[in-house]
């Protein structure tokens, strides 16, 4: 069964730092990967995903993922993070084997500082 | 992109009685839905999918008697809530997929249910 874990329920930056939010995955088959936003009291947005091909997947609002196979991550960056960056973000992970039923990690609060 | 509503958005109601929340697909046919049950500050938890015309799947420890899922057509989707309890107080998340895009589920944006 595919299962996905995210470090760090918290993570803090200052405003113009790196974010790197960390996802690892388990599945049995090729996985298709995704990220997720949730604001307060709002359901998800896609940020990307990944299926197949190019295994760095850029997405909206300047983040990308890389799909790591051999280190079965796909951890997610912005260059310079900005105070609306600040929000959940959940790692999902789906595949054939599973019917496609996307299962979610825990997710990680993302704090931005001035 | 495509869109997906809920209704209500919040609904609150009194211990013991059933609620109804929609799930609707609105410029797309969802040939799988599915529906997610978040608590406060944790993660979406996967209760059921639903595809058009056919029963829906439970996940395990999901009490199909108590959440009540319809799929009767191809952009409509009801969970009831019966008999509900101040545990069931919840925020409720359905997904649509169209049968042509594995990879793509479109998320509604919740219904935050309170049982008093």
């Known amino acids: 069964a595919q299962s996905v874990t995210q470090l760090g329920s918290h993570v803090s930056v200052s405003e113009g730092a790196l974010v790197l939010l960390r996802c690892n995955y388990s599945s049995s088959v090729p996985p298709y990967l995704f990220w997720y936003v949730q604001y307060p009291n709002q359901g998800l947005q896609l940020l990307l995903k990944?299926?197949?091909?190019?295994?760095l997947v850029k997405g909206i609002n300047g983040f990308e993922a890389e799909f790591k196979k051999s280190e079965t991550s796909f951890h997610l960056t912005k260059p310079s993070a900005h105070m609306s960056d600040a929000a959940e973000y959940f790692c999902a992970v789906s595949d054939r084997a599973g019917g496609f039923k996307t299962i979610f990690g825990a997710g990680t609060r993302l704090f931005v500082k001035a | 992109g495509a869109v997906v509503s809920q209704h209500p958005s919040r609904v609150i109601c009194k211990s013991g009685t059933s609620v109804k929340i929609e799930c609707r697909s609105l410029?797309?046919?969802?040939?799988?839905m599915f529906w997610y049950r978040q608590f406060p500050k944790q993660s979406l938890m996967l209760m059921a999918t639903?595809?058009?015309?056919?029963?829906?799947?439970?996940e395990q420890g999901v009490e199909k008697d108590k959440f009540l899922i319809n799929h009767a057509s191809l952009t409509l989707s009801t969970l009831t809530v019966t008999s509900a309890h101040p545990e069931d107080s919840s925020f409720y998340i359905c997904s649509a997929r169209s049968g042509t895009v594995a990879d793509t589920q479109y998320f509604g944006p919740g219904t935050r249910l309170t049982v008093l």
């Open positions: 990944y299926t197949t091909g190019a295994t």
């Open positions: 410029d797309f046919q969802a040939t799988t």
């Open positions: 639903s595809n058009e015309g056919s029963k829906a799947t439970y």
